[in-house]
């Protein structure tokens, strides 16, 4: 009888003492140091990867990438138009004889030929009055780097831009570094440079309208007009779930050296 309660009581204070640990560990959580809190710390920003970029699934329900039920989006601005359209091909899930040959009429030669590193270089690239050896998004794997290159529509350059999908109501801060891969420094006429800048837009499947919201006025890069690289950040924006936050590349004028790295686009919660 004896023994059963002793054995009794050891088991009543495994219990207690798991119990008070339980209870310690949310105490911990609550004031900073836990899990939970790491978790939740992880869970408030956002950061674009080479990954997400080179992805052809997206993270989105329907499993397609680049879609509107997608975190990051992948786009090209129509010059003739104040609207972007979203890449509609990721070149991961295009056939080896469509990444050696091209698109047929429009894209001739292999698609990423022109970047720094082709065989490890997946992205987004357009169907249509487009050239993929190098224009688009992409994720470079073994530099581990992004690159985003303008594209050409007849003697004109018209911008790239990669958007981030709002989550939920909050106070936010937005920032990004971007360099100029394609310094030209000679002062040629047609070497301008890029703009960069971020801007907010309203939920959009295939197209979007007009910037609702400009948070980080065009700043010049490279080609003379800037700095090779630069940073920009806006702070402390409300934003409510379901807007694009957008980083825009635009080439100014002629797109042909203008291929850039996104060194970061990060968005986190404030509150």
Do not use: C
Request: hydrophobic share 40%.
């Amino acid at each position: 009888m004896r023994e059963m309660l002793k054995s009794k009581e050891i088991v009543t204070g495994a219990v207690l003492a798991i119990a008070a640990a339980a209870a310690l560990v949310a105490i911990w959580a609550a004031i900073g140091g836990g899990p939970a809190m790491a978790a939740e710390a992880k869970d408030k920003v956002a950061e674009l990867t080479p990954d997400a970029v080179a992805d052809p699934k997206g993270d989105g329900a329907d499993g397609k990438g680049n879609t509107a039920d997608d975190t990051w989006g992948f786009w090209f601005q129509l010059i003739n138009m104040q609207e972007y359209r979203r890449l509609d091909i990721a070149t991961a899930s295009m056939t080896p004889e469509q990444r050696k040959n091209g698109i047929p009429r429009k894209v001739t030669g292999p698609i990423g030929a022109y970047l720094p590193n082709p065989n490890d270089t997946e992205g987004w690239i357009y169907h249509s009055d487009w050239d993929g050896r190098f224009e688009g998004v992409w994720g470079d794997k073994k530099a581990k780097q992004i690159i985003a290159h303008p594209y050409n529509e007849k003697t004109d350059g018209g911008a790239v831009a990669v958007t981030y999908k709002v989550p939920a109501d909050g106070t936010y801060t937005i920032s990004a570094k971007v360099t100029d891969l394609s310094v030209v420094k000679s002062g040629h006429y047609m070497m301008t440079g890029i703009n960069v800048s971020i801007d907010v837009v309203a939920a959009a499947d295939a197209q979007t309208k007009p910037a609702e919201k400009v948070l980080v006025e065009p700043a010049a890069v490279g080609d003379k007009v800037g700095p090779e690289s630069k940073e920009i950040k806006a702070e402390n924006v409300e934003l409510a779930a379901g807007k694009l936050v957008r980083l825009v590349i635009d080439p100014r004028k002629w797109w042909g050296a203008d291929m850039t790295r996104i060194d970061y686009f990060k968005i986190e919660r404030v509150k």
